[in-house]
C-alpha cells in the first residue's frame, strides 16, 4: 500500500533563505578544496572540522565532489567515519527520510 503523496511548497522566504544557506555551504566546500589543492594538511583538517556539522548538508544538496572528499581523507590519513556518521555515508549519503513510499521528490529552484 502506498501512503498518500504529501506536496510542500516553499514560501518565498524560506526559498530565499534555502538559496542563501546553499551559497554558504558552496562557500565552505571550495575553501576546503583551496587548502586540498594546497596540500595543507593541518588547516584541511582543521577547516573539516570546522565545517563537520555540514558535511551531510554538502552531500545531500550535491554541493560536494565526492572523488575530491575522500581523496581528502586520503591526503589526511583518517577514516571517512572520522567526519561523517555511518548513517550519512549508507547509500551514498542520501536515505529516503525514513518514508516508506520511495523517498521525497521536490524542486529547489535550480
Known amino acids: 500500500m502506498v501512503g498518500k503523496k504529501i506536496e510542500l511548497k516553499i514560501t518565498d522566504n524560506?526559498?530565499?533563505e534555502l538559496d542563501e544557506k546553499i551559497i554558504d555551504i558552496q562557500s565552505k566546500w571550495k575553501e576546503m578544496q583551496v587548502l586540498y589543492q594546497s596540500g595543507d594538511k593541518q588547516k584541511l583538517q582543521e577547516k573539516?572540522?570546522?565545517?563537520k556539522s555540514f558535511l551531510p548538508s554538502m552531500m545531500f544538496f550535491g554541493v560536494m565532489d565526492m572523488m575530491m572528499f575522500s581523496m581528502m581523507f586520503s591526503?589526511?590519513?583518517v577514516g571517512m567515519s572520522d567526519y561523517v556518521s555511518q548513517e550519512n555515508m549508507d547509500d551514498g549519503?542520501?536515505?529516503?527520510?525514513?518514508?516508506?513510499?520511495?523517498?521525497?521528490?521536490?524542486d529547489i529552484g535550480f
Not at 48 to 51: D, F, G, S
Request: hydrophobic share 30%; net charge negative.
Open 14 to 16: 524560506g526559498s530565499s
Open 48 to 51: 573539516m572540522e570546522e565545517n
Open 75 to 77: 591526503m589526511m590519513g
Open 93 to 106: 549519503g542520501m536515505d529516503d527520510g525514513g518514508m516508506d513510499d520511495g523517498g521525497m521528490d521536490f
